[in-house]
């Protein structure tokens, strides 16, 4: 059963920073792709950041510069450094998977079918 448990997020000011963390289990880690998604209150969750099997990343254009998402394949770990955080940052943020196809990370945005149960983000002005 795949288990993602998201850690890290907070209350920061406009231009702070927050690490995010995702902790994974009852998978096979390297037999599945890993991303980033926050929810707004009233608007729909949106991919945030995504990391391919070269460790290759692709990122919301919004979020462009200010975000970094890494991994640890030691500890099957999925990591979002945020810095500069703006207001409209606000949303509580999710780790996503989804398995690979032929062992690659392909498909779009819509085809992360694995969440963790979200951690805030609230970032004041």
Same mark, same amino acid.
């Given at each position: 059963?795949?288990?993602?448990?998201?850690?890290? +997020?907070?209350?920061? !000011?406009?231009? &702070?920073?927050? @690490?995010?963390?995702? #902790?994974?289990?009852?998978?096979?880690? $390297?037999?599945?792709?890993? +991303?980033?998604?926050? !929810?707004?209150? &009233?608007?729909? @969750?949106?991919?945030? #950041?995504?990391?391919?099997?070269?460790? $290759?990343?692709?990122?919301?254009?919004?979020?462009?510069?200010?975000?970094?998402?890494?991994?640890?394949?030691?500890?099957?770990?999925?990591?979002?450094?945020?810095?500069?955080?703006?207001?409209?940052?606000?949303?509580?943020?999710?780790?996503?998977?989804?398995?690979?196809?032929?062992?690659?990370?392909?498909?779009?945005?819509?085809?992360?079918?694995?969440?963790?149960?979200?951690?805030?983000?609230?970032?004041?002005?």
């Amino acid at each position: 059963q795949v288990q993602l448990v998201e850690s890290g +997020g907070g209350s920061v !000011q406009s231009g &702070g920073s927050l @690490r995010l963390s995702c #902790a994974t289990s009852g998978f096979q880690y $390297s037999s599945y792709c890993m +991303g980033w998604f926050r !929810q707004a209150p &009233g608007k729909e @969750r949106e991919g945030v #950041a995504r990391i391919y099997d070269d460790d $290759s990343t692709e990122y919301k254009a919004s979020v462009k510069g200010r975000f970094t998402i890494t991994q640890d394949h030691a500890k099957n770990s999925l990591h979002l450094q945020m810095n500069g955080l703006k207001p409209e940052d606000t949303a509580t943020y999710y780790c996503a998977a989804k398995e690979k196809v032929f062992g690659v990370c392909i498909g779009s945005w819509g085809a992360f079918d694995r969440w963790g149960q979200g951690t805030q983000v609230t970032v004041s002005s």
